[in-house]
Each structure stands twice: as structure tokens, then as C-alpha cells.
């Protein structure tokens, strides 16, 4: 069985979006494209933009992402929000879901929900119950990685997010991805086939609009 891996940096993966770096050539598998708030550069902006737009209007980039807020980098603020805003126009112009990388910056990026046309998956989500509830409310994707092999809160916080909104992903870890698939069903009472088959259907819905 074939286990989709909704976030990875692993050109060798073989079944997944892979996280593309834009410097490089676009590779020839199923990608995401995007600008991630450490890695903005403010007097080069434009080129790093239209450089984005050009690898999102290939059709093996699936996702725009990552992209988003992060409390913790040197990017300010402002420009962080300026870009992520951008991508999400981006986004909007090709019709296709963003991956969201997000650090402490969760409500704010709730904010920016309503200006994107498409699908909004934040990848790597490890926090409480009380933010994925209101994550879901706002009609966003979760995708949940290695954490949820041993972090008990998060698997409580699991137990609460709708099947129909679940991705999982292997991010940067080193670990098959089909540990957490079986830790993911038994979470949810469903067998491994059911759940894989869902996340497919997922990533259908969000390809979709």
C-alpha cells in the first residue's frame, strides 16, 4: 500500500509533495513551490516573486507552500505578512491549496483566511485542541508528522479534528511514513485502508478548491 506524504524534503520519496527549493530547476515529481518567512529576502523580493509564479504555473506543483508567519525568524513582521499575502495571491491566480508553515503566529494567520480562494493546510501542526478547534472552525487543513508517534497531547488533539481534514506528512524526519499512518487509525478507530483512502479524497477536495 501507498502511503501519501503530504510535506517532505526527500527527492527520492516517491509518493508525496516535496518541499522544491525555488533557487533550483523545478523537479519532475509532484512539488510545492513557496517563499518560507526565513529565507525572505527584502532587497530581492521581486525576483523571488516572479521566480514563484513562474514554478506555480508548472503542472506538477501541486501546493504553493511554504509559506506564512513565524514568530521566531529575523524577517519582520511586516514583511512576512506582506509576503504571505502575496503568495496567497499567487495562490488565487493558479487555484492551488498553500502549505502553511506557522510559529506562534496562529490567530494572525487565521486573518489572512478570507482573502485565499483555496484550500489553507498548516503543515507540521503540533499544538493544543484548543487551537486546532479553531483552526477547523476557520475552514483550515491540518497535517500532522512524527510527533504523533509519542506526544500525547497531540494525539488527544487528533482525536478532535474531522478525518476529512487530516494529512500526514514526514516533513525533514527520517521515519516511514506508514508508522504514522498506523498510529493515525488506531487514533481514530479506523482501519489503515480507510484512513489512506481519506486522505486521498482529501487531497482531491483541496486540489479542487
Same mark, same amino acid.
Given at each position: ?8 524534503? +526527500? ?12 533557487? *533550483? ?48 525568524? !529575523? !524577517?519582520? /513582521? ?29 490567530? *494572525?494567520?487565521? !486573518? ?15 499544538? +493544543? ?25 497531540? /494525539? ?12 500526514? *506528512?514526514?516533513?525533514? *524526519? ?13 487514533? +481514530? ?21
Amino acid at each position: 500500500m501507498e502511503f501519501f506524504d503530504f510535506h517532505h524534503h +526527500k527527492k527520492t520519496r516517491p509518493f508525496g509533495i516535496y518541499n522544491a527549493d525555488i533557487q *533550483e530547476p523545478p523537479p519532475d515529481f509532484p512539488y510545492s513551490a513557496g517563499i518560507h518567512p526565513k529565507d525572505i529576502d527584502q532587497s530581492g523580493m521581486q525576483p523571488q516573486l516572479e521566480r514563484l509564479q513562474e514554478l506555480a504555473g508548472h503542472a506538477l506543483c501541486i501546493a504553493i507552500g511554504e509559506c506564512g508567519l513565524d514568530s521566531m525568524v !529575523a !524577517a519582520d /513582521q511586516h514583511l512576512q505578512e506582506e509576503m504571505f499575502m502575496k503568495q496567497i495571491r499567487i495562490s488565487n491566480d493558479v487555484g492551488k491549496p498553500l502549505i502553511i508553515h506557522c510559529v506562534r503566529k496562529y490567530y *494572525e494567520v487565521i !486573518a489572512f483566511r478570507k482573502k485565499a480562494e483555496q484550500a489553507m493546510v498548516i503543515h507540521g501542526f503540533n499544538k +493544543k485542541k484548543g487551537i486546532a478547534e479553531d483552526l477547523i472552525r476557520n475552514n483550515f487543513h491540518l497535517s500532522f508528522g512524527k510527533a504523533v508517534l509519542y506526544n500525547l497531547s497531540l /494525539q488527544d488533539t487528533l482525536k478532535t479534528v474531522p478525518v476529512n481534514r487530516i494529512f500526514l *506528512e514526514t516533513d525533514h *524526519e527520517d521515519f516511514d511514513i506508514a508508522e504514522l499512518y498506523q498510529k493515525t487509525a488506531e487514533i +481514530k478507530g479506523l482501519t489503515v485502508e480507510v484512513l489512506n483512502e481519506q486522505i486521498r479524497e482529501n487531497l482531491a477536495q483541496i486540489k479542487n478548491g
